[in-house]
């Protein structure tokens, strides 16, 4: 069974970092493409960023490029977001996720499964 444990979250002021970790069970995380997801209070889930499984190529929403890094550590079965430069408007819960059947779009939250439970992140001063 595939699950995922986010964590790492937590108050922060803007310009600031956190990494996010997604530590993955029941599969290891180069089999699939994980994504990272945000959802805001109000606001649809969207996607951040993703990580594919072939060959590790990160994709990254364009109002996060250049300030989130998404990696991984297939020793410790681990999905890592490294957020710099954080926004207000970053604030939300985050959440990763597999592509299970080879066929999710990076940026659309419904073709992803197996969420975890998610880890706030509040960006205000």
């Known amino acids: 069974q595939v699950q995922f444990v986010e964590s790492g979250g937590g108050l922060v002021q803007p310009g600031g970092s956190l990494r996010l970790s997604c530590a993955a069970s029941?599969?290891?995380?180069?089999?699939?493409?994980i994504g990272w997801f945000r959802q805001a209070p109000g606001k649809e889930r969207e996607g951040t960023s993703c990580i594919s499984d072939s060959d590790g190529s990160t994709y990254y929403k364009n109002s996060v490029k250049g300030r989130f890094t998404i990696s991984r550590d297939n020793a410790k079965n681990t999905v890592y977001l490294q957020m710099n430069s954080l926004k207000p408007e970053d604030t939300a819960v985050y959440y990763c996720?597999?592509?299970?059947?080879?066929?999710?779009?990076?940026?659309?939250?419904?073709?992803?499964?197996?969420w975890g439970q998610g880890t706030q992140v509040t960006v205000s001063s």
């Open positions: 029941g599969f290891t995380i180069d089999r699939y493409t």
């Open positions: 996720a597999a592509d299970l059947t080879g066929r999710g779009d990076c940026f659309v939250p419904q073709t992803f499964a197996s």
